[in-house]
């Protein structure tokens, strides 16, 4: 596998396909996973504080035997920890768990109701002490990000939204790719559910003898988005990373686009307030 790498606006590279590690219970699952995905060809890592497997994310990283400078690991700073002081200690805590002495990129995980530019303002700190190589955010809508814009010095180089073939969040992917910002896409699969069946996805499989998770993952990918499947399973673990061998054309493209419902299965983001 050849993965195509994404540039932030920072001119870190990025690797455009990730591994999810939500649900994956730390610590056996969490090691065991991970270490598979790194050895089968994955180089990016994507978990979060409250996913409460941070300590089996960094064993996997070690257990892979990759070198530290070849793996792109993500972790959050979950809702209930935002503010100055608060984010410094919770990157701290984050860091001693993954066993890792500095993080690829550090995101806020909701922006909460209203503290994540006092948030932001540490994350800045951390990225400017060099302990973060990137800053970003996920589920900020285009009105957080404009008050980041207004009242802070450093952009977001990530925003991870939800993102799947029945929740196309325009303004938001607009906003971002307007801004430099590049989007990831969280539950790219939307978790298995119903998009995943759709005889418009089945179709376009079979068409390219693919599976439906390809054919979704590779629409993402060809519309500038980062992706970071998760699987449990280790033939799925292979099978979503073997998306760079082929491509969709205009006609697969638009009628994957056409499926957009406003499905969103999470929390919207001005509603989770906690
Ligand atoms: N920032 C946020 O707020 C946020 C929220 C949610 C998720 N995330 C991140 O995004 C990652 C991905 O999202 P997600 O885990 O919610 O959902 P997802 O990646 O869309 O889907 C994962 C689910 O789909 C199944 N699956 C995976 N590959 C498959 C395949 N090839 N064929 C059939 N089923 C397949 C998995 O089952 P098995 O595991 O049983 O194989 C699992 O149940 C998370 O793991 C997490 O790192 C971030």
């Not at 610590?27 to 409250?50: H, K, N, W």
């Not at 959050?76 to 984010?87: C, S, V």
Request: aromatic letters at 10%; charged letters at 25%.
């Amino acid at each position: 596998m050849s993965i195509v790498y994404y540039t932030l606006h920072n001119g870190v590279t990025i690797p455009s396909l990730g591994f999810g590690t939500y649900k994956l219970q730390d610590t056996e699952q969490a090691r065991d996973c991970v270490a598979y995905a790194l050895r089968a060809g994955y180089r990016s890592i994507d978990t979060a504080a409250l996913y409460k497997n941070e300590t089996g994310v960094g064993q996997g990283i070690r257990e892979s035997g990759l070198k530290r400078e070849d793996i792109f690991v993500t972790t959050k700073l979950p809702n209930d920890r935002h503010g100055y002081d608060e984010a410094l200690r919770t990157f701290d805590e984050s860091m001693a768990r993954l066993g890792l002495d500095y993080l690829d990129l550090y995101l806020i995980h909701w922006p909460g109701k209203d503290r994540y530019v006092e948030t932001w303002k540490a994350f800045e700190k951390l990225y400017r002490e060099g302990r973060v190589r990137a800053i970003g955010v996920s589920n900020f809508l285009p009105h957080h990000l404009e008050t980041l814009r207004q009242q802070t010095e450093i952009m977001p180089m990530v925003n991870q939204i939800e993102l799947h073939p029945y929740l196309w969040q325009r303004e938001a992917i607009d906003y971002c790719q307007g801004h430099g910002i590049l989007v990831e896409a969280w539950s790219p699969l939307m978790r298995g559910g119903a998009a995943f069946t759709e005889p418009t996805v089945s179709a376009i499989s079979q068409k390219h003898g693919r599976t439906n998770a390809q054919v979704i993952l590779r629409w993402e990918l060809q519309h500038g988005i980062r992706v970071i499947p998760k699987s449990a399973t280790p033939a799925r673990i292979l099978e979503n990373s073997d998306l760079f061998g082929f491509a969709l054309d205009q006609d697969d493209m638009a009628a994957i686009d056409a499926l957009e419902r406003d499905g969103r299965t999470g929390a919207h983001p001005d509603e989770f307030l906690f």
